[in-house]
């Protein structure tokens, strides 16, 4: 059993930096620190935890936007269905709705369609 949890961060590919930031800012509040390198752009949300795991977006040749591949899921409330219901009325294009996982057990989750095409995952506990 490994003593730590194994993910350090991962990435959402983008086409368009400002759209994806203005996209995430808007409907979930977060912030983001832009560090663009010579090759790429990079925007990572910020966290009081400067420690934990975090999320990225890339805009770079080796990253394109997608519905298939791996899925990323993120946990911005504490109650899923409402802020799935924000975004369906934001005309977000929601591609699962709240669904449970082991009965409610393991909490929920929903799927999504983000302004860049990529199929993103939402997580909570709670419904």
Same mark, same amino acid.
């Given at each position: 059993?490994?003593? =730590?949890? /194994?993910?350090?961060? #991962?990435?959402?590919?983008?086409?368009?930096? $400002?759209?994806?930031?203005?996209?995430?800012?808007?409907?979930?509040?977060?912030?983001?620190?832009?560090? &663009? %390198?010579?090759? %790429?752009?990079?925007?990572?949300?910020? !966290?009081? &935890? +400067?420690?934990?795991?975090? =999320?990225?977006?890339?805009?770079?040749?080796? *990253?394109? /936007? *997608?519905?298939?591949? *791996? !899925?990323?899921?993120?946990?911005?409330? !504490?109650?899923?269905?409402?802020?799935?219901?924000?975004?369906?009325?934001?005309?977000? $294009?929601?591609?699962?709705?709240? !669904?449970? =996982? $082991?009965? #409610?057990?393991? #909490?929920? =989750? +929903?799927?999504?369609?983000?302004?860049?095409? $990529?199929?993103? #995952?939402?997580?909570?506990?709670?419904?």
């Amino acid at each position: 059993m490994l003593s =730590i949890a /194994p993910l350090v961060w #991962g990435e959402i590919p983008v086409s368009d930096m $400002n759209r994806a930031v203005a996209f995430y800012q808007q409907h979930f509040g977060v912030e983001f620190k832009r560090d &663009d %390198m010579e090759d %790429m752009e990079y925007a990572s949300i910020v !966290t009081e &935890d +400067a420690s934990a795991a975090s =999320i990225g977006l890339v805009k770079c040749s080796m *990253s394109q /936007p *997608s519905m298939q591949g *791996s !899925t990323v899921y993120l946990h911005f409330s !504490t109650h899923l269905q409402p802020l799935v219901d924000k975004l369906a009325a934001a005309n977000v $294009n929601i591609l699962l709705p709240v !669904t449970p =996982i $082991n009965d #409610g057990e393991c #909490g929920y =989750i +929903a799927l999504f369609a983000d302004s860049e095409g $990529n199929k993103v #995952g939402l997580w909570s506990k709670d419904k």
